[in-house]
C-alpha cells in the first residue's frame, strides 16, 4: 500500500510518501494509526492527536473504522486551509 | 472547468471564456483570493501552498458537480493555485455563470466555502517567526454548513 503524508504530518515523519506492505492485524485506519506510531517519535508526534488529522483512502475522505486493503492509497494530513 | 496550477491567471480572459458563445447567460459571479500580508498580528513575507495531486483535483470536481446539480448553472469554473506565492498574489478563481443573478451568486458562495473546508490544500506561512502552517478556522467549518440545509434558488 501507498502511504502519503501532507504539511505538518509531512514534516513530523519526514517521509512525504512511502510503499509498505500491509501490516498484520491491521484492518481499519485506525488499525494502521496505531502501527505507525510505534515506528518512532516523529510518528508518534504527528499522529498525536488525531482530533487535527483527517484520513483519505483512495482520495476519498473516510473515518477512522474504514476497512484498509493491499493496494490502498491512504494520505493523512491536517484540516485543509486552502481558498 | 477545473484548473490547478502553479502560474498566475487573467482573471479577464477567464471569465471572458466562461461566459463566450453562450448567450443564455444573464450573469456572471465570481470570486478572487490573494495571499494578504498579515496574519493575525504578523507579517507574513511569503508562501507555500501544498496540495494533493489527483485528490485535489477529484474533491474541486465533487464540489463542482454538487453545485451544478443544486442551481441552474450554464458553466463553473474554479482555478486553485499551489506553490511559492507571494502577498497580493492571486490564490483562486471562482466563477458562476446562469440565465438569472440569485443563482450564480449562492452558487459561487457554495463553491469557495465547501472548497476551503474539502480541497486538499494546505498554507505555510513565513513569517519574522519562521515558517509556519496554517490552521483550519472553526469559521470556514460554520460557512461550509450552512449549505447543509437545502434552499436551493430557482
Known sequence: MKLLYFAWLRTRTGLGEEEIALPQDVRTVRDLVDWLRQRGPGFSAAFENMKVVRAAVNQSYVQLDHPVSEGDEIAFFPPVTGG | ?154
Open chain 2, 1 to 154: 472547468m477545473i484548473k490547478v496550477q502553479s502560474q498566475d491567471f487573467d482573471i479577464g480572459a477567464e471569465l471572458a471564456a466562461l461566459s463566450h458563445g453562450d448567450t443564455t447567460i444573464g450573469g456572471v459571479t465570481s470570486f478572487v483570493g490573494y495571499v494578504r500580508d498579515l496574519a493575525g498580528d504578523e507579517s507574513v513575507s511569503a508562501m507555500t501552498l501544498e496540495h494533493y495531486p489527483g485528490m485535489t483535483e477529484k474533491m474541486l470536481g465533487d464540489i463542482e458537480a454538487r453545485a451544478q446539480a443544486r442551481w441552474p448553472l450554464a458553466a463553473t469554473l474554479i482555478i486553485h493555485r499551489y506553490g511559492d506565492l507571494k502577498p497580493g498574489d492571486r490564490i483562486v478563481l471562482v466563477a458562476c455563470a446562469s440565465a438569472h443573478r440569485q443563482a450564480s451568486f449562492e452558487a459561487c458562495n457554495f463553491l469557495i466555502d465547501w472548497l476551503k473546508t474539502e480541497a486538499p490544500f494546505w498554507k505555510q506561512e513565513r513569517t519574522a517567526a519562521g515558517p509556519r502552517w496554517v490552521e483550519s478556522r472553526a469559521t470556514d467549518a460554520t460557512a461550509a454548513q450552512r449549505w447543509q440545509t437545502p434552499k436551493p434558488a430557482k
